[in-house]
């Protein structure tokens, strides 16, 4: 099995709501990251959060990380037509070099 | 501008035929990564290498090798391809986390979607 699992599976909202998917994994990990990936195209970096950091932002993006429970969250706050994608957690391996990905959220934003 | 290279955006080999897929990246990273991507499974880690001549299998290394002979290229092979080969594979790279380089973050070619018949 993967190393992260993403749930929801699929989520969808109407624009200005905000979207939450949230990331397990099992392993010690270095870092935590998430991706996006638009339909056919390849996979773009969003956000990237340390072991040692419990939250992070960037712009509309809210990341939280507990260690303790092996768990991510992803909060997409005032969503947009735009943001529809597919977002994957990724987890940094302890040893700095192996990138897992989970499953993946599929995000639909209706205008 | 950073570039992942693929050298094939389509593919279509038959049974048992050798496939190679190529990437080339020009960050200089140390990382590199072959994944497959189906639908409903996410991206799953085929191989990866952390530095010239060296490789780590993955999730899923079975039916595949690797060769990392120069720092910026990583290349996937298909030693006899089958049909449940068929996918879309994508490449990444990146630094490794260190002392120095604190960014794992990855970069992604465009995939090189295969179908095998």
């Known amino acids: 099995s993967q190393q992260g699992e993403e749930d929801p599976q699929a989520l969808s909202i109407q624009e200005g709501e905000n979207a939450t998917m949230n990331c397990s994994y099992k392993?010690?990990?270095?870092?935590l990251q998430w991706y996006r990936q638009n339909s056919g195209r390849g996979l773009v970096h969003l956000i990237l959060?340390?072991?040692?950091?419990r939250e992070k932002h960037s712009g509309r993006l809210r990341v939280t990380l507990d260690t303790s429970k092996k768990s991510s969250s992803l909060l997409i706050t005032a969503s947009r037509a735009a943001d529809t994608a597919s977002y994957f957690c990724?987890?940094?391996?302890?040893?700095?070099?192996?990138?897992?990905f989970g499953g993946g959220t599929r995000v639909l934003v209706k205008p | 501008d950073v570039k992942v290279t693929q050298s094939s955006r389509y593919l279509v080999k038959r049974t048992g035929e050798k496939v190679f897929l190529e990437c080339v990246q020009d960050?200089?990273?140390?990382?590199m990564f072959w994944y497959r991507q189906d639908p409903g499974l996410g991206l799953r880690l085929i191989y990866f290498?952390?530095?010239?001549?060296?490789?780590e299998k993955g999730d899923i290394p079975e039916g595949y090798s690797v060769s990392r002979e120069k720092k910026e290229r990583f290349s996937l092979i298909l030693e006899s391809a089958s049909t449940n080969q068929t996918s879309m594979y994508l490449c990444?790279?990146?630094?490794?986390?260190?002392?120095?380089?604190?960014?794992?973050?990855?970069?992604f070619g465009q995939g090189t979607r295969l179908t095998v018949v």
């Open positions: 990724a987890t940094m391996s302890a040893a700095g070099n192996k990138l897992t």
């Open positions: 290498s952390y530095d010239v001549k060296m490789k």
């Open positions: 392993t010690s990990i270095n870092n």
């Open positions: 990444a790279s990146s630094f490794p986390w260190t002392g120095r380089t604190q960014n794992t973050e990855a970069f």
């Open positions: 960050m200089d990273h140390e990382n």
């Open positions: 959060i340390r072991s040692n950091e």
